[in-house]
């Protein structure tokens, strides 16, 4: 399977000289071939259950997205499950330069809800550092534009929560796995097994809401400890 080098680190990789804003520009999308030159992609070896994890759809996905096929995103949309959360963080940068903020917020909290659900899923801590990762390189705007209008804020992450409530996720939550530093030296996957991940995206769900509330909270008294 190809891995670019890995799913995160290769879009990283291919977003490396420039902003999300610079990259996905409405003028037409970066190659990515300057930002590959400046940051080759490292070869990793996977092992054992690291190279069953399928992350090829989403792979294909951003490396369409990232040589230019904009028109791909309208059939990323129609099937969105089908898709790791980094495909939807993309998007979300991709949608906010191209003035749909509200979409762009919904698309960013759904991405970052499911790779919170998904690192949660790990039991090697380093995978969570994905999260941190993409919230990072994919909010720098959509984050303070959110966190501007906490009423519209409240309503698209509910937004978020009811939707994904009522979704089949048909991607392989492994994908955090390949963020790992186990992906190194490893060839079992350190994960929670697959009858446990329903229960534990519900488990996020109600997190994800209870975090909500608490940021609304600081946002209406900044003063509060």
Partial sequence: MKLYPLLLCGLLAACSSQSPSEQTSKSQPSTGTQASQNQAPQDVKLKGEFAQIDVAKSQQAMDAITGGNGDIINDILKSPNDYAPPVLYLI???????????????????AQLRARSDANKS??????????????RFGAKITPYAMSNPDRLKAIVNQVLEWDGEQNR????????????????????????????????????????????????????????
């Fill in 123 to 136: 039991a090697d801590n380093t995978a969570h550092a994905a999260v941190s990762q993409l919230n990072q």
């Fill in 170 to 225: 048909n991607y392989d939550a492994r994908w955090i796995a390949l963020q790992s530093k186990d992906v190194l030296t490893e060839s079992k996957v350190n994960f929670a097994p697959r009858d446990k991940w329903q229960e534990i995206n519900v488990l996020t769900r109600n997190q994800f809401r209870q975090g909500l509330e608490q940021a609304l909270a600081k946002i209406k008294s900044p003063g509060a400890q």
């Fill in 92 to 110: 979300s940068a991709i949608m906010f330069d191209n003035d749909y903020q509200e979409q762009a917020t919904f698309w960013f909290y759904a």
